[in-house]
């Protein structure tokens, strides 16, 4: 029993607690013992915390033996965090150099929340360097393989935490979505992502990449899962001015197998991007899935989509042009020595020694795709271009909303593929930024919007995971919930695991 | 499994390359703004970056590329359309002026490179 502990979900996990037929100590050792035997092939991990997770782990257990804290379905429950999170006093790097040596001085927001609910951390997860990418291929420091097949990638952004869910070497993880970094990594490594409406979650703490789409939501291994992760990190924050003071319902209450007199919408759109025919028909046919379940489908059009992608590398890399201006090797991180022969006062013939060490750090602490990013936002940014490239931007962003409030008045939900194909190759798109950039064309759009959106395993293209993507209104997780519910409850794919 | 991959890869790439053209637009040669070096090295100055002669390069290529992308978006008439900075109504949030408590300096100085006297110690930047 013991052994296999690191195979369950969080609610087999929590039911083996309340029951007492397990201690948190075990289900700690069970996931840690499982990172020391696989982590080496996956590498999900920056860094492990394996004391950390003992101590909080046997806290647990003596809180337990108390008989309090039994019905907190995340008591005990093994979790990993993206490491662009903080956790106080343990290295969060967001897989850059500039921040190698970087412990926060805080928790974030959902840390807190997670502390407070007695999860058991057990790691911080590897990224595309500040969340920018799509492989993880981008981090600073390493590649993570995806589980289901070594020689490929997990997705990105949040690569580490989807490969390290699917592997078995935590019971959750948590991800941040800006593009589709959680939903898109989530349909690669064939588990459960969810980008929650913008202001669901405080971002306090989550270091910023572009404010105005970034957000955190859960990765799990089923649908149950991401409803109990939700409940513990939604919620106004007042750090965090964005996250929206509305009230959270139960969403365990939306558990529910029924989408009789659904509405779903079908927009062609995001099934004309090189979609794999493969990841086509199996989204194609958990729609009918839905169908026979006494749900109405019908194939729509949202015109706007096609300029998603241009409208997102326009608004993205302004915003973090602005977010990453404050890594100058000041305050923490990286800093490297100006050089020699420069001066106190710049002028317009010699540099200052402090503008040098700003240079010089951030060209030896930023890797190539960041600086593509800063360099792009700054130059979108700059007097006698913001019209022509960020107004526009905004404005297109309106007639994408729009978009989808038309939608919306006629469907529940869209569904669409979550990325139009299934994992690529290891190293396969590096030298094509665009190819690439593909990969996140059905998630950017959400983000853009504001709406939520979920990934679910649908199907498998040679042993590689197919990802199914649900949308809803804002604030309506509650129908993606049931929805993406309905659908687990009649298939089988979310029980595969890789064979590691 | 790696010849399948690399045979699979193959038509999946040239039907994105073609599929990523037509869906940001070819925009005709020359029918664009085109970063020249020295634009280049303006941004890179504003962006605070020093880049190498091969950085400025590449990046020139990839930048000029996604602008011509982005040229796609001059299609849409957006005259009357209103810009979204943001998706939720969210103006200005007010909060009392409530004194709260500060993180302690020590903490604060704790990831910092180089401190002195309770201070971050940077290059010299005012001349005596």
Same mark, same amino acid.
């Given at each position: 029993?013991?052994?296999?502990?690191?195979?369950?979900?969080?609610?087999?996990?929590?039911?083996?607690?309340?029951?007492?037929?397990?201690?948190? %100590?075990?289900?700690?050792?069970?996931?840690?013992? $499982?990172?020391?035997?696989?982590? /080496?092939?996956?590498?999900?991990?920056?860094?492990?915390?394996?004391?950390?997770?003992?101590?909080?782990?046997?806290?647990?257990?003596?809180?337990?033996?108390?008989?309090?804290?039994?019905?907190?379905?995340?008591?005990?429950?093994?979790?990993? *965090?993206?490491?662009?999170?903080?956790?106080?006093?343990?290295?969060?790097?967001?897989?850059?150099?500039?921040?190698?040596?970087?412990?926060?001085?805080?928790?974030?927001?959902?840390?807190?929340?997670?502390?407070?609910?007695?999860?058991?951390?057990?790691?911080?997860?590897?990224?595309?360097?500040?969340?920018?990418?799509? /492989?993880?291929?981008?981090?600073?420091?390493?590649?993570?393989?995806?589980?289901?097949?070594?020689?490929?990638?997990?997705?990105?952004?949040?690569?580490?935490?989807?490969?390290?869910?699917?592997?078995?070497?935590?019971?959750?993880?948590?991800?941040?979505?800006?593009?589709?970094?959680? %939903?898109?990594?989530?349909?690669?490594?064939?588990?459960?992502?969810?980008?929650?409406?913008?202001?669901?979650?405080? $971002?306090?703490?989550?270091?910023?990449?572009?404010?105005?789409?970034?957000?955190?939501?859960?990765?799990?291994?089923?649908?149950?899962?991401?409803?109990?992760?939700?409940?513990?990190?939604?919620?106004?924050?007042?750090?965090?001015?964005?996250?929206?003071?509305?009230?959270?319902?139960?969403?365990?209450?939306?558990?529910?197998?029924?989408?009789?007199?659904?509405? *779903?919408?079908?927009?062609?759109?995001?099934?004309?991007?090189?979609?794999?025919?493969?990841?086509?028909?199996?989204?194609?046919?958990?729609?009918?899935?839905?169908?026979?379940?006494?749900?109405?489908?019908?194939?729509?059009?949202?015109?706007?989509?096609?300029?998603?992608?241009?409208?997102?590398?326009? *608004?993205?890399?302004?915003?973090?042009?602005?977010?990453?201006?404050?890594?100058?090797?000041?305050?923490?991180?990286?800093?490297?020595?100006?050089?020699?022969?420069?001066?106190?006062?710049?002028?317009?013939?010699?540099?200052?020694? *402090?503008?040098?060490?700003?240079?010089?750090?951030?060209?030896?602490?930023?890797?190539?795709?960041?600086?593509?990013?800063?360099?792009?936002?700054?130059?979108?940014? /700059?007097?006698?271009?913001?019209?022509?490239?960020?107004?526009?931007?905004?404005?297109? %962003?309106?007639?994408?909303?729009?978009?989808?409030?038309?939608?919306?008045?006629?469907?529940?939900?869209?569904?669409?593929?979550?990325?139009?194909?299934?994992?690529?190759?290891?190293?396969?798109?590096?030298?094509?930024?665009?190819?690439?950039?593909?990969?996140?064309?059905?998630?950017?759009?959400?983000?853009?919007?504001?709406?939520?959106?979920?990934?679910?395993?649908?199907?498998?293209?040679?042993?590689?995971?197919?990802?199914?993507?649900?949308?809803?209104?804002?604030?309506?997780?509650?129908?993606?919930?049931?929805?993406?519910?309905?659908?687990?409850?009649?298939?089988?794919?979310?029980?595969?695991?890789?064979?590691? | 499994?790696?010849?399948?991959?690399?045979?699979?890869?193959?038509?999946?790439?040239?039907?994105?390359?073609?599929?990523?053209?037509?869906?940001?637009?070819?925009?005709?040669?020359?029918?664009?703004?085109?970063?020249?070096?020295?634009?280049?090295?303006?941004?890179?100055?504003?962006?605070?970056?020093?880049?190498?002669?091969?950085?400025?390069?590449?990046?020139?290529?990839?930048?000029?590329?996604?602008?011509?992308?982005?040229?796609?978006?001059?299609?849409?008439?957006?005259?009357?359309?209103?810009?979204?900075?943001?998706?939720?109504?969210?103006?200005?949030?007010?909060?009392?002026?409530?004194?709260?408590?500060?993180?302690?300096?020590?903490?604060?100085?704790?990831?910092?490179?180089?401190?002195?006297?309770?201070?971050?110690?940077?290059?010299?930047?005012?001349?005596?």
């Amino acid at each position: 029993m013991t052994d296999a502990l690191y195979e369950l979900t969080i609610h087999e996990i929590h039911d083996l607690l309340r029951s007492k037929q397990v201690s948190a %100590r075990e289900v700690a050792e069970s996931f840690i013992r $499982r990172i020391e035997e696989v982590d /080496s092939r996956v590498r999900a991990f920056i860094t492990t915390t394996p004391e950390h997770a003992l101590k909080q782990a046997e806290a647990v257990d003596e809180v337990l033996s108390r008989g309090d804290l039994l019905a907190n379905p995340l008591v005990g429950i093994p979790v990993a *965090i993206k490491d662009n999170m903080c956790t106080r006093g343990i290295l969060t790097t967001c897989a850059s150099k500039i921040l190698y040596n970087y412990k926060p001085i805080y928790d974030a927001t959902v840390v807190e929340r997670l502390n407070e609910s007695r999860a058991i951390l057990v790691g911080k997860t590897n990224l595309d360097e500040f969340a920018m990418g799509s /492989s993880t291929e981008n981090s600073g420091f390493f590649v993570t393989r995806n589980p289901w097949n070594l020689d490929t990638v997990p997705g990105g952004s949040s690569g580490g935490s989807a490969a390290a869910v699917a592997a078995n070497e935590c019971a959750f993880a948590l991800g941040s979505d800006t593009g589709g970094s959680i %939903r898109q990594p989530a349909s690669f490594c064939g588990v459960v992502g969810m980008k929650p409406t913008y202001g669901r979650v405080s $971002r306090y703490g989550l270091v910023a990449f572009a404010s105005s789409l970034d957000q955190i939501g859960p990765i799990t291994k089923d649908v149950t899962d991401c409803a109990i992760v939700l409940n513990a990190i939604c919620g106004k924050d007042p750090r965090d001015s964005t996250s929206l003071d509305v009230p959270v319902p139960d969403f365990t209450q939306s558990l529910r197998a029924d989408v009789k007199g659904l509405k *779903i919408g079908v927009p062609k759109e995001f099934f004309g991007f090189g979609t794999d025919p493969e990841v086509e028909d199996a989204v194609r046919s958990a729609v009918d899935l839905l169908v026979e379940l006494g749900a109405h489908a019908e194939e729509t059009s949202m015109p706007s989509v096609e300029y998603g992608l241009a409208v997102y590398y326009i *608004i993205a890399p302004a915003e973090c042009s602005s977010n990453l201006a404050r890594y100058d090797g000041v305050r923490y991180g990286l800093r490297v020595a100006p050089d020699s022969g420069t001066v106190t006062r710049q002028t317009r013939e010699a540099k200052s020694s *402090i503008v040098s060490m700003f240079e010089k750090t951030r060209e030896q602490g930023f890797g190539a795709e960041v600086k593509q990013r800063i360099m792009i936002g700054t130059y979108a940014l /700059s007097a006698g271009y913001y019209d022509a490239y960020y107004l526009k931007a905004q404005k297109v %962003r309106t007639l994408l909303r729009r978009d989808f409030d038309k939608a919306f008045e006629k469907f529940d939900v869209l569904i669409t593929p979550t990325s139009p194909t299934v994992a690529f190759g290891i190293g396969e798109r590096a030298d094509d930024p665009y190819a690439m950039k593909l990969a996140d064309i059905c998630t950017i759009p959400a983000n853009l919007a504001g709406i939520p959106g979920i990934s679910v395993p649908c199907g498998f293209k040679e042993e590689l995971p197919i990802g199914l993507q649900i949308m809803a209104r804002g604030l309506d997780e509650e129908t993606l919930i049931r929805v993406a519910f309905t659908y687990e409850q009649h298939t089988e794919h979310h029980r595969k695991r890789p064979p590691l | 499994m790696i010849e399948h991959a690399q045979c699979y890869n193959w038509a999946a790439s040239e039907n994105q390359r073609t599929a990523f053209d037509t869906l940001v637009g070819a925009y005709p040669q020359g029918g664009c703004m085109k970063l020249t070096a020295q634009d280049i090295a303006d941004v890179a100055r504003l962006s605070r970056l020093e880049l190498t002669e091969e950085e400025k390069e590449t990046l020139a290529g990839h930048i000029n590329r996604l602008l011509e992308h982005f040229e796609k978006l001059q299609q849409l008439d957006t005259e009357a359309v209103e810009p979204t900075s943001h998706v939720i109504p969210v103006f200005n949030v007010f909060r009392k002026d409530e004194p709260g408590e500060s993180l302690p300096v020590n903490d604060v100085l704790a990831n910092a490179p180089d401190v002195a006297d309770d201070c971050f110690v940077v290059p010299r930047v005012v001349e005596t």
